[in-house]
Nanobody, 120 residues
Framework: VQLVESEGGSVQAGGSLRLSCTASGDIFSIKTMGWYRQTPDNLRDLVAALGDGDGSSTYIADSLKGRFTISRDNGKDMWFLQMNNLKPEDTDVYYC?????????????WGQGTQVTVSS
């Protein structure tokens, strides 16, 4: 499975961005799709995850609820991270991820990462 993120961008605080991830290869092996972000101290935090069922199995990090949402197209080959009311602390490298398992397990596939910068 290969994952390619859309280009991130730079916005002012309060603005919005939508990231997309396009998957190719053995997409039928994907059970969970999601997004991580890498903090300045090089820790990677799970931002959002979505199961491959009817879309009801969704996770958003507590600190991001109400501002970030995850969605996908009808298949498993594209999903999105909508980020609203962005804050400077959302500045990070964002990674599209996919797993053959559940949301809180190992993510087997990673995109190359895309920079999101939020200025105050």
């Amino acid at each position: 499975v290969q994952l390619v993120e859309s280009e991130g961008g730079s916005v002012q605080a309060g603005g919005s961005l939508r990231l997309s991830c396009t998957a190719s290869g053995d997409i039928f092996s994907i059970k969970t799709m999601g997004w991580y972000r890498q903090t300045p101290d090089n820790l990677r935090d799970l931002v959002a995850a979505l199961g491959d069922g009817d879309g009801s199995s969704t996770y958003i990090a507590d600190s991001l609820k109400g501002r970030f949402t995850i969605s996908r197209d009808n298949g498993k080959d594209m999903w999105f991270l909508q980020m609203n009311n962005l804050k400077p602390e959302d500045t990070d490298v964002y990674y599209c991820v996919a797993s053959r398992g559940g949301a809180f397990g190992h993510y087997h596939y990673w995109g190359q990462g895309t920079q999101v910068t939020v200025s105050s």
